[in-house]
């Protein structure tokens, strides 16, 4: 394993930090999460242009065949920006579950739209006291037809396509299909809507069978990851800037220790977590024997520290920490939201006993084959 980023890494990385600040500042992200979807068709067109809507997907199908380091990457700035709309729910979460169980040609033809920016799309999986474990799903296709709902389905109304996790597979599911309905839920974050989805006979193409899923979501769930690493390092700098230059008795409150404490716990938590997100990304793209784990030691510990630093940041704020007009409070919205989804820490905790329970007095070889048993199960 290398210990730092290649330079075209770095370059990436770099190149994402300065194109999102300049198309997307807090100024556009406030405007976009007053509209229904939160998606603007010019700022998805500058991403197309920029070749990140293909970043990971192969290159016959139009993208340009990066990997899992180099989605994480630019998830964390993403993070960072705020980026709204349906980003993540397109490339990191569909189309990795597309690229994973679809066939080649089914991959040719909607990774393809994806990558030349033709078309938007997520993933339908949970369903009412459902979580995020493969035998959770009750929903079950009837020949090439759906039937049923799925909840807090992020970004279903930018969707042109959505993919829906059942029993006997995945299915892909035009978004102006008969029978198809979508409707708002209220959620935590104004940035990324959340919809319920609900299927009456719908039309639906079969892709593939769900053994693919836990892979796919893996991806899905590092990246989620860095974009909340981005996140939190983003209001850690607000703090810190905040810390320097609000005064109490004339003098700035930083110079206190009770202050500089919760910007130092800020600082370990959102160096930890990238350390972890980094992890995760690097072990996937090797397939290396702990890549289950290391996604869901990623995830639980980001879950937990976002919403920590996000409490850190809000109480060094003080009152204004709570305003509408302080932009914080749209990172901790974003941060509480995430902790969710694809599982909270207490959903990887409990997946990461699971991994070593099943893995106790086992040789390295049968560990190994264990945990790919154990993924492709849930």
Known sequence: MQFGLSESQQILKDTARKFLAGECPIAEVRRLMDTATAYDAGLWTKLVGQGFTGMIFPEECGGMGLGKVELVLFMEEAGYALLPGPFFSTVALAGSVLNAVASPEQKKKYLSRIS???????????????????????????????????????????????????????????????????????????????????????????????????????IATAALAAEMVGGMQRALETTVAYAKTRKQFGKPIGIYQA????????????????????????????????????????????????????????????????????????????????????????????????????????????????????????
């Open 116 to 218: 030349a920016g033709e078309a938007r799309s997520t993933l339908a999986f949970l369903e009412a006291n459902t979580g995020w474990d493969l035998p959770d799903i009750q929903m079950a296709a009837t020949g090439d037809k759906l039937t049923g709902s799925k909840l807090f389905v992020t970004d279903a109304a930018a969707a042109d396509f959505i993919l829906v996790a059942a029993r006997n597979g995945v299915f892909l599911v035009d978004a102006k299909a008969p029978g198809l309905r979508i409707g708002p839920m209220r959620g935590m974050d104004f940035t990324r809507k959340i919809y319920s989805v609900e299927f009456s006979n719908t039309p639906a193409e079969r892709l593939g069978e769900v053994d693919g899923l836990p892979r796919a979501l893996a």
């Open 259 to 378: 202050v500089q404490h919760q910007c130092a716990d800020m600082y370990l938590e959102t160096e930890s977590a990238r350390s972890a997100a980094y992890y995760a990304a690097w072990a996937l793209e090797e397939s290396a024997p702990d890549a289950a784990a290391a996604v869901s030691i990623a995830k639980m510990y980001a879950s937990d520290a976002s919403r920590t630093v996000g409490n850190r940041g809000i109480q060094v704020h003080g009152g204004m920490g709570f305003t509408w007009e302080n932009d914080l409070h749209l990172y901790y919205r974003r941060a509480k939201a995430s902790e969710t989804m694809l599982g909270d820490g207490s959903f990887h905790r409990e997946r990461i006993a699971r991994l070593v329970i099943d893995g106790a007095g086992s040789t390295p070889k049968d560990k190994e084959s264990r945990q790919v048993e154990m993924a492709a199960r849930r």
